[in-house]
T-cell receptor
Framework: DGGITQSPKYLFRKEGQNVTLSCEQN?????MYWYRQDPGQGLRLIYYSQIVNDFQKGDIAEGYSVSREKKESFPLTVTSAQKNPTAFYLC???????????FGNGTRLTVT | GQSLEQPSEVTAVEGAIVQINCTYQTSGFYGLSWYQQHDGGAPTFLSYNALDGLEETGRFSSFLSRSDSYGYLLLQELQMKDSASYFC???????????FGAGTILRVKS
């Protein structure tokens, strides 16, 4: 079955450590996205990529970095520069402009 | 910039009809989407309006009026399992990216 896989489901880190969240899709989608969701809040765009080897900052990119070396993969690194990294992180992919977003099951990151 | 406004919370009884509104201020978008998210889960796609008018998918319908900068999601024959958060989102011309509203929590009571 086609879909998006995010791993791990839960992640715990100490403050000051960088952490990388994995996102893999086998839907053959060109576009991929990372969103952050805080409790009771909507989805805020961190980074997105339209094509391999290209990506753009979203609305809250500070303290995050991404890479898009392969079409299937779009990992997100939460750096120590991110002031409040504890959140639910959602990866998504999309086909053409009128296609819906397909979401992974998310990674819940807790930094203490 | 872009912004989408939704009510924060709506409560309705089983079997009823509920409408969740979404008003937006944005320049240049392909269409308005709706997503459902249950507690702790990932959002799932419900409906999409590329053109003005009503789109119907089973118990769910969605409406868009570009001239009024307004859309809504209509849920009929409410069931307890419909209790969830509902998000509207626009697909922007620039970058093929989606911007989401803050979401509406729907509580269905028996």
């Amino acid at each position: 079955d086609g879909g998006i896989t995010q791993s791990p489901k839960y992640l715990f880190r100490k403050e000051g450590q960088n952490v990388t969240l994995s996102c893999e899709q086998n839907l053959n989608h060109d576009a991929m996205y990372w969103y952050r969701q805080d409790p009771g809040q909507g989805l805020r765009l961190i980074y997105y990529s339209q094509i391999v080897n290209d990506f753009q900052k979203g609305d809250i990119a500070e303290g995050y970095s991404v890479s898009r070396e392969k079409k299937e993969s779009f990992p997100l690194t939460v750096t120590s520069a991110q002031k409040n990294p504890t959140a639910f992180y959602l990866c998504a992919s999309k086909g053409d402009r009128n296609s819906p977003l397909h979401f992974g099951n998310g990674t819940r990151l807790t930094v203490t | 910039g872009q912004s989408l406004e939704q009510p924060s919370e709506v409560t309705a009884v089983e079997g009823a009809i509920v409408q969740i509104n979404c008003t937006y201020q944005t320049s240049g978008f392909y269409g308005l989407s709706w997503y459902q998210q249950h507690d702790g889960g990932a959002p799932t796609f419900l409906s999409y309006n590329a053109l003005d008018g009503l789109e119907e998918t089973g118990r769910f319908s969605s409406f868009l009026s570009r001239s009024d900068s307004y859309g809504y999601l209509l849920l009929q024959e409410l069931q307890m399992k419909d209790s969830a958060s509902y998000f509207c989102a626009v697909i922007l011309w620039y970058g093929n990216k989606l911007v989401f509203g803050a979401g509406t929590i729907l509580r269905v009571k028996s």
